[in-house]
């Protein structure tokens, strides 16, 4: 046992202070109370604990490109997502088990350092460099699980059914790793991921389609025809206009209007990006309870457009952010760009809000806080509840801005003006992992990540 003093902590919709958070021996809460505990080692911090970030849509081995797309040197021609996305193949074709582990420590242990606890992995990197199976089937899922436990991060592992090249179109030979031929093949990825999952104390799983351009209708239907369980299902839906136009030519619907007519979905689902809509696609997913990821800096990134998020959220639509593609990994910065996106485009300052909650800072923390949990697979909407796991991270009460605000401007001042360097460290399942900005083993997971970008010569 064990237990910290912190001068606050933020309890849903309130700050208390002077509080005592005890935790068994597995990291779990025994007890929040502002009564001192006995007979237990208390730690005293200087700072103000929240639940972590969580970050809900992830491709680990994109961190290997990050900041490296920026350079076009023919002026003269257009730059798009599908040109940045042959680049990403590239990199996808040439990575092995090894450096995928690698490459995904040293993001996570980044995560974790800019306040995110938790990771959903959308993995669809799953074959050897042939596009033949591992001998276990989810060897690079369990690399992903390794490195989350190696930096000390909750995951959960999304393992992708990819099944073509696009709409009517045959997977394409530089696709060969993603690729399960039938659901069977999918199913049985399934089947071994979860064996993999088992073996790790802080993995969940989850399950989903790449995109509807990847898995044909006759496979879509089988999967739905299954029984899923109770785990939540991700897909890419509608990021480019051009995926748009391409399953109007192909199902004669938009891609949000055809998986609302043609699939079961409810809160288990979770759909990334979601950008191009019509007003009846928005507020057919608010209705159908089901989540949408916005992913702003990838999103602004690679040009993919404005999701309709103030027509969204008065319907009741919910939302969490994602890092995607990690050309950012700030919590603090997603949640402005998406915020400021809205602002501009609107002429308006107070988009992040409901008729109940008019702090922006404050409704925009808690969405993305209880949507990325319910992503995760993960339902608990207390901040901190008794038995749960202690995942937090602590902002510096000795920051100029953070030490002079008040408790009702407390969060957003943190979420509109902070970055990583307002935070004490972040503490998963009871341990410190980071602390003053660095992470635990940064330096050994940085050696690492360099040996690897050197032999893959990619950056
Ligand atoms: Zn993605």
Redesign the pocket.
């Known amino acids: 046992m064990k237990a910290f003093k912190f001068d606050l902590v933020l309890q849903n919709s309130r700050w208390q202070k002077d509080t005592f958070v005890t935790l068994n021996d597995t990291g779990r809460i025994e007890n929040i109370s502002t009564e001192k505990p006995v007979d237990i080692d208390i730690e005293e911090v200087k700072g103000y604990c929240l639940p972590g970030f969580q970050n809900s849509?992830s491709?680990a081995f994109q961190y290997a490109m990050a900041g490296l797309a920026e350079i076009h040197p023919n002026s003269s021609k257009s730059d798009d997502f599908w040109s940045w996305r042959e680049t990403m193949y590239k990199i996808a074709l040439s990575i092995n088990p090894d450096q995928l582990e690698a490459i995904a420590t040293m993001l996570y242990a980044e995560m974790l350092r800019h306040g995110y606890t938790h990771v959903a992995e959308?993995h669809y990197l799953h074959h050897d460099k042939e596009g033949k199976h591992f001998e276990n089937k989810s060897e690079m899922g369990e690399r992903l699980l390794s490195a989350a436990q190696n930096a000390g991060i909750n995951i959960t592992l999304v393992p992708m059914f990819y099944q073509k090249g696009g709409f009517g179109i045959s997977a394409q030979p530089q696709q060969r790793r993603f690729i399960s031929k039938d659901l069977d093949g999918y199913l049985s990825l399934m089947e071994a991921s979860s064996r993999s999952v088992a073996k790790f104390e802080f993995a969940k799983l989850g399950q989903g389609f790449h995109s509807l351009r990847a898995v044909d209708d006759e496979n879509i239907r089988a999967f739905f025809e299954q029984n899923l369980g109770d785990i939540s299902f991700h897909i890419?839906i509608a990021e480019q206009l051009k995926e748009v136009d391409e399953c109007i030519a192909y199902y004669g619907k938009r891609p949000v209007e055809w998986l609302l007519e043609n699939t079961p979905v409810d809160n288990d689902f979770h759909l990334?990006?979601a950008t191009h809509l019509t007003d009846q696609e928005t507020i057919g997913i608010a209705r159908s309870g089901a989540y949408v990821v916005l992913?702003p800096s990838?999103e602004g990134n690679l040009g993919d457009g404005f999701f309709p998020l103030k027509k969204y959220q008065e319907v009741g639509g919910k939302w969490s952010l994602?890092t995607?593609?990690h050309v950012g990994l700030s919590p603090m910065e997603e949640l402005r760009i998406l915020d400021y996106g809205q602002r501009l485009t609107t002429h308006h300052r107070n988009q992040i809000i409901s008729k109940t909650n008019g702090d922006s800072g404050h409704f925009g923390y808690d969405m993305a806080l209880l949507s990325g949990r319910a992503a995760m697979g993960d339902l608990t909407n207390d901040y901190f509840k008794v038995g749960e796991s202690f995942n937090a991270i602590v902002i510096d009460s000795g920051h100029p801005l953070i030490g002079t605000s008040q408790l009702k401007t407390l969060l957003s001042t943190l979420i509109y003006t902070g970055d990583s360097s307002f935070l004490l460290g972040t503490i998963t399942n009871g341990d410190w992992m980071v602390k003053y900005n660095r992470h635990l083993h940064f330096k050994k997971f940085t050696s690492n990540f360099k040996k690897v970008m050197s032999t893959l010569k990619i950056r």
């Open positions: 849509h491709h959308f890419h990334i990006h992913c990838t994602g995607d593609s």
